[in-house]
């Protein structure tokens, strides 16, 4: 991974203060989104490590994690899988509640979205306490399959997310 790629990146992450409470660092990707060169660049760097490894699907986190997801499953030539907050996914869906930085929510996986086996890489934006990326692996895990890799384009270092993560590989790109 190249320090001039990663600067050129961490360049077009706004940071949005007491959002959206009092007291959140808020970690913007738009700027990022809306530069054609930096997102191909943050696929590119999401795609690297993982074009060695024979992955069966690309599984997205609502909703930033579908816009970096939907990209790398095309990189990747694998397909997409939403994971939703409850009641998004129109069919049969299992269900984990999680703790997150700033409140308590649940997401949901279809049943069908996954084949026993798969290997999956899970995608966000961002990584704070891993809440989230520990209920997916589990969402994942109920659909019989296995996560591969997480990706993360940002990493909130002082909150050790990724420690819960373990023994999972993990690939993030700005460290904060
Ligand atoms: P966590 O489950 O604590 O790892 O939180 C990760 C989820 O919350 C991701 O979907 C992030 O998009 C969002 N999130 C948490 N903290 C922040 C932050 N400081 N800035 C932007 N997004 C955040």
Same mark, same amino acid.
């Given at each position: 991974?190249?320090?001039?790629? +990663? ?8 940071? +949005? ?76 869906? /299992?269900?984990?509640? /999680? ?9 949901? =996986? ?9 290997? +999956? ?25 296995? +996560? ?22 993990? =690939?993030?790109?700005?460290? /904060?």
């Amino acid at each position: 991974m190249s320090k001039r790629r +990663v600067s050129f990146l961490r360049a077009r992450i706004r940071d +949005v203060p007491n959002f959206p409470k009092e007291g959140i660092l808020f970690k913007d990707i738009t700027p990022l989104l809306a530069d054609v060169e930096a997102f191909r660049v943050c696929i590119e760097l999401m795609a690297e490590p993982l074009e060695p490894e024979a992955i069966d699907a690309v599984v997205g986190i609502e909703s930033r994690g579908f816009m970096f997801g939907a990209a790398l499953a095309d990189k990747l030539g694998v397909g997409f899988i939403p994971v939703r907050k409850p009641g998004k996914l129109p069919a049969a869906t /299992y269900r984990v509640e /999680y703790d997150l930085e700033y409140g308590s929510d649940a997401i949901e =996986i279809h049943q069908d979205a996954l084949s026993r086996d798969d290997r +999956v890489v899970v995608v966000d934006d961002l990584i704070a306490t891993g809440g989230t990326a520990l209920a997916t692996k589990e969402l994942v895990q109920r659909c019989g399959a296995e +996560v591969a890799a997480f990706v993360f384009l940002i990493n909130l270092v002082d909150l050790d997310g990724i420690a819960r993560l373990d023994p999972s590989r993990v =690939i993030t790109i700005l460290d /904060y």
